[in-house]
């Protein structure tokens, strides 16, 4: 069966500390894998990747793909309250098919 | 574990006809999210319910409304389907009143208006 799962689900931080989510999967003919921070109503788009061990960053956040291991991670450095939402990650397989995992809700406090 | 399940998960209809997406919430989540996603955008939020009432309206076209039953789950439904109509569309479900304020996603449907 296919499926996206990430941990933790939750996470609380302070100001300045790093974070790593990670987000596994096991799906049949994988495409990419996205990650999403979602805030309000709807996500919002970070990364996406489709070759292993090539890192992109994105200002404080990068992310990193294993295809061997079958996992990416989402890193956020010095991590600012603004940061706090749910970090979704999700994987497109198959012929465009798209799996969410549930999400890692993080909250940064000051 | 039960997730969200949406039908149908491929759907192709003719312009000019009518499509009705469903999504069966995660057991004992009140609220669904609709969203609507193009090739290559994000999600954009479409509409929401809480216990059978709507929460909260996003970019939803008058073209297309959405309900929730008794027993949770929710459709969407589309009329005067347009080829830009074109997308995946996605159902999350949550229980805020449980103070999770997680949003599990469903598969999705994939709908192409031809």
């Known amino acids: 069966e296919d499926k996206v799962v990430q941990s933790p689900l939750s996470l609380v931080v302070h100001e300045g500390d790093t974070v790593t989510l990670n987000c596994s999967y096991e799906?049949?003919?994988?495409?990419?894998l996205l990650w999403y921070k979602q805030e309000k109503k709807a996500p919002t788009f970070l990364f996406m990747l489709?070759?292993?061990?090539i890192e992109k960053k994105s200002g404080r956040l990068s992310s990193i793909l294993d295809k061997k291991e079958l996992f990416s991670i989402l890193n956020i450095t010095a991590t600012q309250t603004g940061d706090s939402a749910v970090y979704l990650c999700?994987?497109?397989?198959?012929?465009?098919?798209?799996?969410f995992g549930a999400g890692t809700r993080l909250t940064v406090k000051p | 574990a039960a997730g969200v399940i949406q039908s149908p998960r491929h759907l192709i209809k003719e312009k000019r006809e009518t499509a009705t997406l469903k999504c069966y919430p995660i057991p004992r989540h009140d609220t669904v999210y609709w969203y609507q996603q193009g090739p290559g955008q994000d999600p954009q939020f479409l509409i929401s319910?809480?216990?059978?009432?709507?929460?909260d309206k996003g970019s939803i076209p008058d073209r297309f409304s959405a309900q929730q039953f008794s027993d949770y789950h929710s459709e969407l439904n589309m009329s005067s389907l347009e080829l830009g109509d074109s997308a995946l569309y996605f159902c999350?479900?949550?229980?805020?009143?449980?103070?999770?304020?997680?949003?599990?996603f469903g598969q999705g449907t994939r709908l192409t208006v031809v």
């Open positions: 319910f809480y216990e059978k009432m709507q929460s």
């Open positions: 799906v049949t003919n994988f495409r990419s």
């Open positions: 489709t070759s292993s061990g």
């Open positions: 999700a994987v497109v397989y198959n012929n465009n098919d798209m799996r």
């Open positions: 999350a479900s949550s229980s805020p009143g449980q103070g999770n304020t997680e949003a599990f």
